[in-house]
DNA sequence: TCAAAAAATGTAAGCGCTTACATTGACTTT
DNA sequence: AAAGTCAATGTAAGCGCTTACATTTTTTGA
């Protein structure tokens, strides 16, 4: 307790004060329950000691954190990036705290950091997609946190949510590629293995197919994780097929890039000997030559969203889900396809 | 305590075992006290009840949270949020937990969030770049929190870093430029103010154009915070003037990606009739058209050494400051200036 | 003016852990 | 066989807060 890194406590506080430590606590948690006087002198004994609350102690006896905890699959991705600088922006207005953790697409990895959260004492969870193992649903119901899930929205559940539908998010870009002729269509998808998202993009690729009167199994399919470099590759094997898709719609706009690049690289023309789009709009998209063919995606304002929603969530509040609306982006990586020009 | 949602504590697995709390908070810290026997009746106890301890409880006993703290600008920035996600992963090899704030270049609300982090207890505090009010400094030292500081590396100061020097990382760059025949330069920065790295770089390109016999204060210089947009804007502003520079060089790849779109929009070719260059490197940078001369700066290599540097600081270990090189990447964007070819 | 109600404050029991210290046996030594 | 070691475990005192409940003070109303 030396003089120089000594840490004051509410009972410091309180002696200084000449008060309680009860009307301490009353003062910074309540302070309307306090006459004026001695409002005063509990804050200028704070002022004075420089006191701050231990949160930990804090948070053991009043059995809540004011933290949230946010499990993404990667921070290195712009639109997690983004939502989650806007979802923790709002938190702070909140007063609450946010813990983050990624999983790496990694099932086991969710789960153990939900473990850890939990423990933490995370007052809620924010989770992205719905698919993951009913045991962890299970456990959060078990330990009641209430959790949310963003970037999917889905109504054949109870699990509240705040997103857009993939399926439905993506029709508008395939039926204007069928519409533009196309029946070579390629996409490049992250791995579907759960990841609801990039499955029912493809699910939405494949329904419009169908009822364009096209077999949806004709569908050229490649999954690989996302990054630029997967899909340079992915595009590469698409181009080396004995009959190359006029098409190569990418599950994210980050794939979209590499293909992009690889055309370059090949020095295929993009659009006019394959068109690609992507999916997302991050500002890659309308940076890229040509600009990119995508779906918007309101990634901040769902980040800020979500944190509202799972605000009143904790607070005990009913919410119900969210649906944002995505918005077809049609710029120069997509036209007819070169076979059928004019028809 | 219905059966559903209840949740195990330290003495409902001592009471399970048949031990003490002691022996179980030992069994679960440091195992190889028990013997044998005692350890493989906690552990099933433990496991049977799905016991997982309170975080809170257990830093407010033990003193020690094992988590830290990094305070960041912004997570809207690639470099940030790749930089920031290997120090995650990093850390999380370590055991411990990350909690992230940003303070969106405001030393006020730095300094509000180191606070915080102090108050919930955070181990060590990542810090980016040297620049802030000796208070926070004083305050750090008087709580005893160890701080890293990333993004910048200086010598003439006691506080631990790991990053670059921004003076020095630059220079390749500036003097390829002056080599090239370039008089007429711009500079379009971030704001100064509070902000080291920026600083450093334009002193890096002033300090290069002396040494080459130009005058520094002929740099033509903006100031405007990293955006795309500000980016096109301040690229505008300077084609506008009587005498356009015929380099424009930038404080990131940000801003130098929205000088690229500028360019494009008023359809002014890059480099023939300006130069461009940026700075960091993140993947815009190759993705441009043409691809973009900047200086690579190993982000990722970056985060996960500040989380080696910070994991022994906690544990009281001398740890020395950490140099990182940085790269000039030639592409591009970069080429003699128009009044001058063949010079 | 005085009892009753309301407001302000104090008392003290935890919250769920860790850990210094005490205790208990089982082994060594001599 | 007594004394000393040492490993394994238990006891219990906090860590720094919040909050139910008790107590005191002020306000109110008739």
Redesign the interface.
């Known amino acids: 307790m030396s003089q ?2 000594f ?1 004051p406590t509410l009972a410091d506080v309180a002696k200084k004060a000449g008060v309680s430590t009860a009307t301490v606590s009353r003062c910074l948690n309540s302070p309307d329950q306090l006459s004026q006087a001695t409002r005063k002198k509990v804050m200028s004994a704070v002022a004075e000691l420089g006191y ?6 804090q ?2 006896a009043a059995r809540r ?1 004011n933290t949230v905890g946010a499990i993404i699959p ?3 991705n ?1 639109i997690f ?2 939502g ?2 806007a979802f ?2 709002e938190l ?1 207005n909140l007063g609450k ?6 999983s790496s697409y990694r099932p086991d990895l969710e789960l153990e950091h939900i ?2 959260l ?4 995370a007052d809620g969870l924010l989770l992205i997609g719905y698919d993951r193992n009913p045991e962890i649903y299970n456990f959060l ?4 946190v209430p959790s949310l899930v963003a970037w999917a929205y889905q109504t054949d559940t109870d699990q509240t949510s705040v997103g857009f539908n993939n399926e439905k998010a993506i029709r508008p870009l395939i039926e204007e590629v069928i519409a533009l002729g196309h029946r070579n269509i390629a996409f490049i998808s992250a791995p579907k293995k759960n990841n609801d998202r990039a499955r029912d993009r493809v699910t939405g690729v494949r329904m419009a197919m169908q009822r364009a009167g096209l077999d949806p199994r004709s569908l050229k399919l490649i999954e690989t994780p996302y990054s ?1 470099e997967n899909g340079q590759a992915a595009f590469q094997k698409l181009v080396a097929l004995d009959c190359p898709p006029t098409v190569a719609m990418c599950g994210n706009d980050v794939l979209a ?1 590499g293909a ?2 690889q055309a ?1 690289e090949m020095a295929l023309s993009v659009p006019d000997y394959i068109s690609i789009t992507g999916f997302d709009d991050i ?2 998209a ?4 040509p600009q990119l063919t995508t779906v918007h995606v309101p990634h901040k304002a769902m980040g800020k969203i979500a944190a509202q929603m799972l605000g009143k969530m904790i607070d005990q509040q009913i919410v119900e889900s969210q649906e944002l609306s995505t918005e077809l982006r049609l710029r120069g990586t997509l036209t007819t396809p070169r076979a059928c020009k004019l028809k």
């Open positions: 120089s890194n840490i701050a609350p231990n949160f930990n102690a948070s053991l954190t990667t921070m290195d712009a990036a983004r989650l600088q923790q922006e702070g705290t946010l813990i983050v953790a990624s473990k850890t939990t423990a933490r004492g119901k078990q330990r009641d630029i890039a992009i690049k370059k500002e890659l309308s940076l890229a030559e």
